[in-house]
C-alpha cells in the first residue's frame, strides 16, 4: 500500500460513511521505492489529497513535511519532491489500519490490505 | 439389325451403371464372387474412413476446448444450466456468490493470469485519454491486466479474490482486497473508475445495482466510468444463450495449482484418475469422472479440473435500468462490442 492508496481510502462500514479517514496506520515492515520525480504529476494531485491523511502518514513515519496547506507552494519544487516521494516511494509493507470511527482493524500482508468485511459483518443486523 | 445392337448395348450399360450404383449405396447382393470382394473391401476401406474421420474430428474437438480455453480463456464446453433459482434473500446471493465466484476465482486465478494478457482496445483507449495526475479505481482488477496500461495516472486495484490481488502485488500494482459492495474509500474522490466483467457476477438486480451505485458514490462530481458486461448473444463464440443465468465452465490445468501443498487433494484426484484408467474405456485419452461439484478430466497425461462460473448475462436495455435507481449518473454510451455491454456512466 503507497501512501497515495491510503489517502484515498477509508473504512468501508455503511456506518461510518464520511467518518472512517483517515485510517490509523500501524507498520511493522516498509519499502522505499525510487520512483522519479514527476512535477506535472504531483502538481495534479495536490488539489485531490486530503491533509489529513498526510499528517497522520507524517506523524507515524516522522517524515518532516509542512503540513500548513495556506503555506504550500506549487512553485517550491522542494517541497512537491518530498510530496512525491511521500506519496508514491514509501510503501507500507506489512501491518495493519485501523477505523478512527469504529476502531475496526483491516490487516495489511505483503502489501496488500485486506479491506474484506466478514459474512457476520455484513449481516449482523439481519435476525435469522 | 444395327438399332437392335445398339439398344441391346445400351441395356448392359444401363445395368452395368445400375450395378455400379447399387455398390455405392452398399447394398448389393449379387453372386459375383469378385464383386462381393471388391465391394467388401470398399465397404471397410469406407468404414474404416469413417472411423477415422469420427476419431479426428472428436480429437480435434476436444484440441479446440482445450486450446481455446488455454489460449484465450473462452470456454467452449458446452454450457450447462445448472438449476439455478434466483436468491430469496440478499444473504442467500452473497452465499451462491461466495461458492460460485469468489471461490472459483481462487482457485483458477494462476491460470486465469495465463491467459488474459491483451488489453480490450475500447479500455485501453478510454485509460490512455486520462489526464496526467489523475486517481482512478479498477473494481474488480482480476489479475492486474489494466493497472500498469498508464503510468501518468494511480490507478488502485481492488478485488474480493485475495489471490488475484496477489498476483497484482507481484507485478508491483497497487492492489487491495476489497467487496464491490463496500469499497473501502472515501466519497467524491476518484477521476475516473473501471469495471471490466465484474457486474455479471452479482446474482441479484438489486446488487447489481448496489455495486454500481457503490462505484459511482467514490466518484467525484464529473468523473466517468466504463463498465463492462458479459452479453446474452454470444454469437462470435458460435452461441446464443435463452436464459440469462449461467454457469460457465472452466478447464483448469492442475500445473496452475496455488495450493499445490494440499497433498491430500491431490492424492484424492489421482487415485480418482486411476480408477477411471481401470474402467473399458483403455482406448480413450479423455476420461471425466464426476466427483461432487468438480468434474475431473485426464487428457495425455495432464489433469484438468473442470469449474463453473456463476455469470449473470445482460439484455440490452439492463444499464439503463439499473441507472435509473440511480439518480448521481447517467448513461453518456452505451453499445455492444464482441459480446460484451459497454457503457460509459457519469455522475453528474
Redesign the interface.
Known sequence: MKILTHNMMACTKKQCMGKGFPLKVECTEQIVLEQEFNYEFTKNIYPKLDWAGIAEISKKFNIPIQLDTTKHSLEDEEFLKTLHSLLCNLKVITGSLTCPNCQRVYPIDKGIPNMLLREDEIYQDIKE | MTDSNIDIDKLNLNESFKEEKLNENDNDDDDDNNTISRNKSKKELKKLQKQQYKQQKKQDKKNNKVNKIINEGVPDISEEKINFEEPKT??EA??VE?KHVREIYDRIALHFDSTRYKAWPIVEKFLEKV?????GVDVGCGNGKYLGLNK?S?L?G?D?C?NF??IC?EKHY??????NL??????N???YAISIAVIHHFSTFDRRTEALREIIRVLKSGATLLITSWATTQKWKGKNYDYQDVMVPWLFQNQFDMTKKNDEKQDKHISSNNKNNENENKNEDENENENGDEKIIEKSGSQYEVYHRYYHLFENGEFEKMVAQIPECEIIENNLDHDNYYCLIKKK
Open positions: 440478499d444473504r452473497y452465499q461466495v489526464s496526467i495526475g489523475s486517481i501518468n494511480h488502485i481492488s474480493i485475495n490481488t496477489s502485488n497497487e492492489s487491495l482486497v476489497a467487496d463496500y469499497l473501502p474509500y472515501k466519497s474522490s476518484f477521476d
